[in-house]
Nanobody, 115 residues
Framework: QVQLVESGGGLVQPGGSLRLSCAAS????????MGWYRQAPGKQRELVAS???????NYADSLKGRSTISRDNAKNTVYLQMNSLKPEDTAVYYC?????????WGRGTQVTVSS
């Protein structure tokens, strides 16, 4: 069982930046995909960005060009750097880890973009 703990969310003004962190409770090895999703009130959860064990990254159009996903294998942590944030980026952001048939989710961290 892998536990994922997100942090780094909060209130930020439009145009601001945040860096989200997702710490895994155990060593992340093998072939996997880790990603960040978000869910706004009344909307479905959607992919924001993902990174594979091979280092391939993928970004949704919503934050493409404004976000960077990265990882620190030594810390079992994945990051999401978000810049030029907009009010429509307001959502709960969730970390996800898929390896084989195992699919894990964190509890989420709230990001609110408002003046």
């Amino acid at each position: 069982q892998v536990q994922l703990v997100e942090s780094g969310g909060g209130l930020v003004q439009p145009g601001g930046s945040l860096r989200l962190s997702c710490a895994a409770s155990s060593i992340i090895v093998g072939i996997y995909v880790m990603g960040w999703y978000r869910q706004a009130p009344g909307k479905q959860r959607e992919l924001v960005a993902s990174i594979t064990s091979g280092g391939t990254t993928n970004y949704a159009d919503s934050l493409k060009g404004r976000s960077t996903i990265s990882r620190d294998n030594a810390k079992n942590t994945v990051y999401l750097q978000m810049n030029s944030l907009k009010p429509e980026d307001t959502a709960v952001y969730y970390c996800n880890y898929i390896m084989g048939r195992n699919n894990y989710w964190g509890r989420g961290t709230q990001v609110t973009v408002s003046s």
